[in-house]
Every structure is written in structure tokens, then in C-alpha cells.
């Protein structure tokens, strides 16, 4: 007989993750817009709108764009910071939302991301280290041997592998908030438990999921910005862009949290038959 560890892992069901985390959101879409309103798309047109992104000049060639780059982020890198800090907030508010059965109120799930915050934030400079050292570690190795193609090849290699991790400790955010799990370290281990076995098929879902965003994030900047040029002018354009693009990603944070917890609670076993509930 078969033993619990030795056990088939749940094959994930991309379809299904997605329709469960579609009519949560859709049942709860007020609760949701408000959450992301101030935890995301907020600090986003904030950032975009006091402190912008430096226009490269025309002709300058990559050392000096990179230089600007580096000049503007080693000037407002702590509007970064606090942005980010209340990112990881919300977003854990927002799987608290998704993920905890007891059905928190909107306060209560807030709370609930401010006590899981130093998780999340632990879990992130973890996976930060893991990844930038994956992607590096091959392209410095073969670098040694002078080769371009080798430090290419290597590069490449790095970023798949990189991709695998990152699908293998994608689950380590909800396994703070349903399963309690406070450790960092604990939590992407348990995530790596979680995705044993779906690796790819949860990398291809997060990979289509993220695509699909990006793209309608670009197009609706493009027109939006070519009709609110026209209608109102370059400033007014600017500021209307900037608004738009932080509420699809605001949009965009929404989903991946119900997608992300969604498929955990997949994996774990524990189907939510009560999806779409309201939240409270």
C-alpha cells in the first residue's frame, strides 16, 4: 500500500483555477475594486504622476540611458520602497480575502496582511536571491570562457531555470495566509511540496495570465493616450495614461491573487465549494 509522501501529487487544472478565481472576483467586485484602489492602483499613479520615469534623450546611446536610469532610482528608490511596502499589504489583504474561509471583513483582512506582511516581504528578498543567483551563476560560469555565445547560452539557461523555481515557490504567499505558515523559509518549502509535479502547467498559467494583461495594458495606453491627446491635450493625456494603466494593474493584481489562491487551495485539497462566496 502506498504511503502518504510516496502518494501522486493532484494534477493542477489551469481551467478550473481560473474559473473559480473569474467568479469570485466577479461576485465580490466591489470589496475588490476598493482593496486594490488603495493598495495598488494608488501608490501606482502616485508614483507615476510625482516621481517619473526620466524621458531618454533623443539620440543618446544605452550608457547614458542606463546611467539616467541608475541616477533616478538612486534618487527616489524609498518612494520605491513604500510603494512596494503597501503592495505586499494589499496584496496579502487580498488573499486573505480569497483564501481564508471564514469570510473576514475588509478590515479584518487588512489586518490580516499587515501581521502577514514581514512573511510576504521575507518570502520575496528569499525568491529575489534565488533567482537573480540562478539567472547569474550559469552566465558567469561559461563567461569564463570568454565565448559570447557560451555567456548567451548560459544566460538562457539561467532563465529557464529560473522560471522552474519561481513556478516551484509561487504558493509560498497563500501558504502564509491559509495555512498559517509564518517562516519564509517554511513557506517556500512549502510551496516547493505544493508544485511538485506542476511545475510547468502552473508556470504556462501564470505566464498566460501575465501576458494577457500586459498586452491590453499596453494597447489601452496607446489608445487612451492618442484620444485623451486629442480631446485634452499632451499634460491631461499623460495623467489620464497614468490612470488608466494603475487601474489594469490594479485589475491585474486582483486576479493573480485569486488566481494564486485559487490554485493553491487546488493543491492542497481542500476545493472551496462555496466559490463565488461574498466576502464580508
Known amino acids: 500500500m502506498n504511503s502518504p509522501a510516496s502518494a501522486t501529487p493532484p494534477r493542477f487544472d489551469s481551467n478550473r483555477a481560473w474559473q473559480d478565481a473569474s467568479a469570485a472576483v466577479a461576485a465580490n467586485r466591489d470589496v475588490l475594486a476598493a482593496l486594490a484602489g488603495v493598495f495598488v492602483v494608488l501608490p501606482t499613479f502616485a508614483l507615476t504622476v510625482l516621481v517619473p520615469m526620466p524621458e531618454p534623450q533623443a539620440g543618446a546611446d544605452l550608457d547614458a540611458i542606463l546611467k539616467g536610469t541608475q541616477a533616478y532610482f538612486a534618487e527616489f528608490w524609498p518612494w520605491y520602497l513604500l510603494a512596494g511596502l ?69 544566460a538562457l539557461t ?44 502552473l508556470l504556462l498559467f501564470f505566464f498566460l495570465l501575465v501576458l494577457a494583461f500586459v498586452i491590453v495594458t499596453q494597447l489601452s495606453a496607446v489608445v487612451v493616450g492618442l484620444i485623451a491627446q486629442a480631446l485634452a491635450g499632451a499634460d491631461a493625456s499623460t495623467l489620464i495614461s497614468a490612470l488608466v494603466a494603475s487601474v489594469l494593474q490594479g485589475t491585474m493584481s486582483v486576479y493573480l491573487a485569486g488566481a494564486v489562491t485559487m490554485s493553491h487551495r487546488q493543491l492542497i485539497g481542500t476545493g472551496r465549494p462555496d466559490v463565488p462566496g461574498v466576502f464580508g
Do not use: D, Y
Not at 480575502?97 to 528569499?126: D, K, N, Y
Not at 497563500?174 to 510547468?200: C, D, E, H, M, Y
Open 86 to 154: 503597501i503592495n505586499i499589504v494589499g496584496t496579502m489583504a487580498l488573499l486573505a480575502l480569497f483564501g481564508q474561509t471564514s469570510r473576514p471583513t475588509v478590515g479584518e483582512a487588512i489586518r490580516t496582511g499587515l501581521a502577514a506582511a514581514p512573511s510576504g516581504i521575507g518570502v520575496q528578498v528569499l525568491q529575489g536571491f534565488l533567482l537573480f543567483g540562478v539567472v547569474l551563476a550559469p552566465a558567469t560560469i561559461l563567461g569564463l570562457s570568454g565565448s559570447p555565445g557560451l555567456v548567451a547560452l548560459g
Open 158 to 201: 539561467g532563465i529557464g531555470i529560473a522560471a522552474w523555481l519561481w513556478a516551484r515557490t509561487s504558493l509560498a504567499s497563500p501558504a502564509i495566509i491559509v495555512q498559517g505558515v509564518r517562516n519564509p523559509i517554511t513557506a517556500l518549502q512549502r510551496s516547493f511540496a505544493l508544485t511538485k509535479g506542476n511545475a510547468g502547467r
